[in-house]
Structure formats: structure tokens, C-alpha cells
């Protein structure tokens, strides 16, 4: 394997220095990215949560710095490595764009949901709020069935309440980690600049080409995107931006280019 770039080696030495700063130097809250709608938002974040990734698991920060060791390095020895930092940056700022517009029709939608409850404490617009929310309901299942066959039922209005109240709250306040939006587009990018490189993937016994890779992977973050399933905190959306702002800058940056690999 060739040796490591420098702005590559710059960049998982600065993605590796937050994580283990968050929440030991500063509040992860201050450089995730949040709602426009949230006491949290600042404009900034949508730089520095980029360099954020989940306390949860290491593995969020390291199947993007993966990525990013394994694909990075070809394409800053083929643009150099200001150019590079500029694709990883305009990257990672387009996916958050196109997450945070999206996010924000959805979580409208949602809390035009709990605003119908709140007003007439109807358990099917409770039941709808909790599922455009993608909230787990299983836990509540047999508070549902009881609030259905007694919706007047006065501690199951206020028991309705308070969730609804608590749940739009995280909805609002909820935030947004990671470099996969830039990850996502190196991916883009190496795809269609080195389109027949074979790839040997862990999850994949045989050779694919890196064109037909990007193919399925972008296919399957659009599915998943489009048809959420509860639960599901990963940014489909902010991958498929930073695919899509990759595609725009190679359209715009190698339009005289007629060799590819």
C-alpha cells in the first residue's frame, strides 16, 4: 500500500484529536450540527461537525477514517493537497446542506403532527406523531391499545402529553455527526476517476469494480433514505449530498479529462 498523504494524515489526526476531546474539552452539543429551530444551532457547525462522530461507538469514527485512509490518498496525489482539502470541505458542507433542507420539511411535518394531538388529544394523531418521528413505539404498544379504547381517558391524555412534548423536544434538538458526507463524496469521486479499479470489500467475496460500487452503495443510501425505518439515526441524506456535490465538482473540475482508469 502507498504511503499515507499528508492533508489524509492531517485530516484523521484531527477527526481522532475531537473525538477523544468531546465531551472532555467542550460539549459535543456545541459543534454538531443541529436544527436552525434548536437553542443549539450555530452557523459554524456546519464545518465543524464534520470532525465530530458519535460517542456511542468507535465505529462511526473509524469506518470514516477507514474510508478515508483507504481512498483518500489517490485522489490527493492526483489534485494536490489544497484542492483535496477544498473537495473534502465543499463535500461535507453540501451533504449537510441538503441533510439540514430535508431534515426540516420532516421534522416540520412532525411537529404539524404533535401540534394536531396537543390540540384535540386524539389517539390516532398521537399515533401518527410517534411514527413521523420514527420513535419506537414497541414500549408503547399496550398504552396505545388502552389510549384507543379510552381516549378520554384523562392520565392517558396527560401520559400523551408529556411524551409528545418530550419527543418533539428531542426531534427539534436532535444532531447531526460525522465526516461521511465528505467520505461519501472521496467515494463519488474515486469512483468515477478510477471507475475500473477492482475493489476487494470485506462484505463482498469477489472483485467489484469501483464504478459499480458507488452504483449500489448510492442506490441503497437513496432506498434507505427514502424509506426510513424507526430507529434509523444514520444521515442517508447527508451521504447522498456529499455524492452529489462530488459529482457536480468532478463535472466542473475534469471536463477536459479523457482518460480514466
Do not use: C
Not at 167 to 188: D, E, P, R
Not at 241 to 259: D, P, Q, S, T, V
Request: proline share 5%; net charge positive; hydrophobic share 50%.
Amino acid at each position: 500500500m502507498p504511503p499515507i498523504t499528508p492533508m489524509v494524515r492531517n485530516l484523521l489526526i484531527l477527526n481522532v484529536l475531537m473525538y477523544f476531546a468531546t465531551n472532555r474539552l467542550f460539549e459535543e452539543n456545541l459543534f454538531s450540527l443541529h436544527d436552525i429551530r434548536s437553542d443549539y444551532f450555530k452557523p459554524f457547525q456546519f464545518v465543524t461537525h464534520m470532525f465530530m462522530h458519535s460517542q456511542q461507538s468507535m465505529i462511526h469514527l473509524f469506518s470514516n477514517m477507514f474510508s478515508l485512509f483507504i481512498f483518500g490518498p489517490m485522489l490527493e496525489r492526483h489534485w494536490g493537497g489544497k484542492r483535496f482539502l477544498t473537495f473534502y470541505l465543499i463535500t461535507g458542507i453540501g451533504a449537510s446542506l441538503l441533510y439540514s433542507g430535508i431534515r426540516y420539511v420532516e421534522v416540520s411535518n412532525t411537529l404539524e403532527y404533535a401540534s394536531a394531538f396537543l390540540q384535540n388529544h386524539d389517539p390516532i394523531d398521537f399515533k401518527r406523531f410517534l411514527d413521523s418521528a420514527g420513535a419506537n413505539i414497541k414500549p408503547l404498544e399496550q398504552f396505545l391499545v388502552d389510549f384507543y379504547r379510552n381516549p378520554t381517558n384523562t392520565a392517558a391524555i396527560n401520559q400523551a402529553t408529556g411524551i409528545t412534548n418530550q419527543v418533539s423536544n428531542a426531534v427539534i434538538n436532535g444532531q447531526m455527526v460525522g465526516a461521511s458526507g465528505a467520505v461519501f463524496g472521496i467515494l463519488m469521486a474515486f469512483g468515477m476517476l478510477f471507475p475500473n479499479t477492482e475493489l476487494m470489500l470485506l462484505f463482498i467475496p469477489f472483485p467489484i469494480k469501483a464504478k459499480y460500487f458507488v452504483l449500489l452503495y448510492g442506490a441503497y443510501e437513496l432506498y434507505a433514505g427514502v424509506q426510513r425505518a424507526p430507529g434509523d439515526n444514520v444521515a442517508h441524506f447527508a451521504h447522498i449530498g456529499g455524492m452529489l456535490f462530488a459529482f457536480i465538482l468532478l463535472k466542473l473540475w475534469e471536463r477536459n479529462r479523457k482518460n480514466f482508469y
